[in-house]
């Protein structure tokens, strides 16, 4: 606590502090949307095909949607600097194993280690924040300042993949990690103060592995059933096994004292609604990104530079967009907000569904954008709505629950489009067919989404929202819930 409250009350090192967890939050975000850049190139030197690619992604979206809720615990309870730190040198670590690797399954194990570097590296950066600005109004601007400075690495991921792959190769895609890395671990080590929660509940290890077990079952049996056969007794087992893991998962949560998850905050609808259509965000935007690159180097001849600068509207629409999200609803309410993001999400899928190899660039861009701004109109008041549904005791929890449901979804899309594009094109579509195919699912579910939002999502009043983005901002994340009841 000393060190906390030293922390907080110098500039020098608070300005340290902020640029250090935005920089190791800029390092995870930049690995979402690098690593599309270079996967058409990993597909031709490593020898894979399309289910290689999904475990390149899903390996490591996998572990950060399940190990997310248990890394916010761990920096309460463990402190946030010694978590934080170990996430920074496992993530970076792995960045390197995964530059070295000599094949798919090298590369698939380094994303394994980058996840679970990356799911203490996350919320362990906002931990920090908290224990180093107690002063609400000083946390908001901080975590604001956090996520727009960090929010930066999704727009810059193409175009540094592009940049890198086009004159180095996929592994400097990993490389560029090292530096930044050895420098938050340098810098971190000497100039950030430890801040720790004695009462944090203890690590839910039953709970965190049977996640891990089912939802991972389900993606190994989502992604190797196109190539095995969907009857095969391989995926059949895999799907069973899902489904026993993941009920043994909800009957173990029901009966803890102090479980990852808290099934009762699913019996407000408002909570449950939000969770559901951000399970269908990160699946429909994660699922169809997983292919721009692809779409652009495969089916229109782009060389891989040019295909990174190519997806740039999707993640720039979303950074200029994200920041206004949270006024538009504190204005005209969740469901508007979210209901007209989703739609146009939907519609710009849908319109990505016709796009074929004459379709010049013109007619392209745009539809991309329009997919970028529907899905940065949606996320951040579903953020918003899940926390509004609960007590402001639980909004650090709500905040963890529905980035981990995002996730899921992510995890979920890379599959499931992934197995459309697999079955279509055994049973002889092209590969720019079977693309459409993907991308007309994903804007079909997005759009049945923003319907089912436009019904259910609760109207609130601008006031509500405006204390549910205070509450957003102060508990965002479970320790920063942690971090206030220590003051």
Sequence with gaps: MAASRA???????????????????????????????ALPDMQHRLHTQLTGLQWIVDAYVLLVAML???GGICADRFGGKRVYLAGVA????????????????????????????????????????????PVPQERTKAIGLWAGLSGIGLAAGPVAGGVLTDAFGWPAIFLVNLPIGVVLLLVGMRSLEEARDASAP??????????????????????????????????????????????????????????????????????????????????????SSFFFSQFFVYVQGSSILRAGLQTLPVSLAMVIVSPYAGRFAARYGFRVVVTTGLALAGLGLLA??????????????????????????????LTGAAIQAVSPQEGGLASGVISTTRQIGAVLGVAVLGAIVRT?????????????????????????????TGLWLARSKPSDVSAARQRSTRFAGRSVTASTRRR
């Design 90 to 133: 496992v993530f970076t670590t792995a960045s390197v194993l995964c530059s070295l690797a000599p094949s798919l399954g090298w590369l698939v194990a380094g994303r394994v280690l980058q996840g679970i570097g990356a799911a203490a590296l996350s919320p362990a950066s906002l931990a920090l924040l908290a224990a180093a600005y």
């Design 68 to 70: 997310l809720l248990s």
């Design 7 to 37: 922390t907080a009350g110098s500039r020098p090192n608070r300005t340290v502090l902020l640029t250090v967890t935005c920089l190791g939050q800029f390092m995870v975000l930049l690995d979402n949307t690098i690593v599309g850049a």
């Design 202 to 287: 203890a690590i839910d290890v039953p709970g965190t592995v049977l996640s891990v077990l089912g939802v991972g079952a389900l993606a190994y049996g989502l992604i190797e059933g196109g190539a095995r056969g969907w009857t095969s007794p391989v995926i059949l087992g895999c799907f069973i096994a899902a489904v026993i893991l993941l009920a043994a998962f909800t009957a173990v949560e029901a009966r803890r004292s102090a479980p990852m998850l808290r099934l009762s905050l699913f019996r407000q609808r408002l909570f449950t609604v939000s969770n559901t259509a951000m399970v269908v965000v990160g699946f429909a935007l994660m699922g």
């Design 424 to 452: 279509r094109q055994t049973g002889g579509a092209s590969f720019e067919t079977s693309l459409n195919s993907a991308f007309l699912a994903a804007g079909a579910v997005t759009l049945a989404t923003a319907v089912f």
């Design 352 to 381: 990505l569904g016709g796009v074929h190899a004459d379709t010049g660039y013109g007619n392209v861009w745009w539809r991309l954008g329009v997919v970028g701004i529907g899905f940065a109109l949606a996320m951040s008041p």
